[in-house]
């Protein structure tokens, strides 16, 4: 069994979550002054092609033919380069953020997503039973995931195991996922107060983005509408202390291939100091 088929074992609704696996490294988005020739694919819903002069924290600057354009990032959905390599441009408007959603539907449960930017790293908890349609599926899963833009770690919370894999790629992108919703957003729409871009896919289902964090999500299936899930968010809390702990592994949690040991790996949050909620 490879990596992808235990992360989906430890996961929760293999189907529901396959995008945060699949998804290729996302680049990050500070300053630099990189080349070669990129594609802007614009909130307006126009694609600009040209060569990248300059990408800054505000803005991105091509040239085409004689003449160069400016670009500032709140108005580019996504960037790509020469290689596909993509880029999703953002600048949030908090440090930290503690972020709660309900699934209803075939699953019904929890999240909560803790998001860590000074220290680049998110861990998100699930913890969600069948609901609808238990008469063809039904499991039962308590799980968390840690990342940090490089390794993303899978915890089994009952069995107290692990796995852990290299994927490199910016956390809010690899997490969420708006990129993976191929085209431009289709409307807008309004969350617990947050601005969203609404996409629709066939095959996936429709989902709603805020500074590229799901909101919502309704995904789609063959089975039928007893197997719908929804993930819909009702609680976002911005610049708050995070609880440390969320962060960590257990030592007591052991790596489920070799059993090995191990004690804390996935680090230290930037709120060490501030109690555990």
């Known amino acids: 069994m490879n990596w992808l088929s235990k992360f989906h074992r430890v996961g929760v609704a293999a189907s529901f979550f396959l995008l945060i696996f699949v998804l290729p490294a996302f680049s990050d988005t500070s300053s630099q002054n990189p080349s070669g020739d990129v594609t802007l694919y614009l909130r307006s819903g126009e694609v600009i092609k040209g060569g990248l002069e ?82 063809l599926w039904t499991m039962e899963q308590d799980s968390r995931q840690i990342y940090d833009g490089l390794t993303m770690y899978g915890l089994n919370m009952k069995d107290k195991t692990f796995l852990k894999a290299k994927k490199e790629g910016d956390i809010i992108s690899t997490i969420f996922g708006e990129d993976f919703y191929a085209g431009s957003p289709v409307r807008n729409d309004t969350l617990l107060g947050k601005e969203c871009l609404v996409y629709e896919s066939k095959s996936i289902g429709t989902a709603a983005f805020w500074n590229g964090i799901m909101l919502k999500q309704v995904n789609v299936n063959d089975l039928g509408k007893d197997y719908i899930i929804t993930k819909v968010a009702v609680d976002i809390q911005q610049d708050v202390p995070l609880p440390v702990d969320k962060f960590e592994i257990p030592s007591e949690f052991v790596i489920e291939d070799s059993k090995e040991e191990t004690k804390g790996v996935a680090g230290k949050s930037s709120n060490e100091s501030s109690s555990k909620k």
């Open 54 to 135: 300059q990408k800054t924290e505000d803005d991105v600057v091509i040239k085409k033919a004689d003449s160069t354009f400016s670009f500032k990032l709140a108005d580019i959905l996504k960037i790509k380069d020469s290689s596909g390599a993509i880029t999703v441009p953002r600048k949030l408007p908090f440090k930290t953020a503690i972020i709660t959603y309900d699934w209803q539907g075939h699953l019904v449960g929890k999240q909560v997503v803790y998001i860590d930017i000074p220290n680049n790293k998110i861990a998100t908890e699930v913890s969600v039973k069948s609901g609808t349609g238990s008469e």
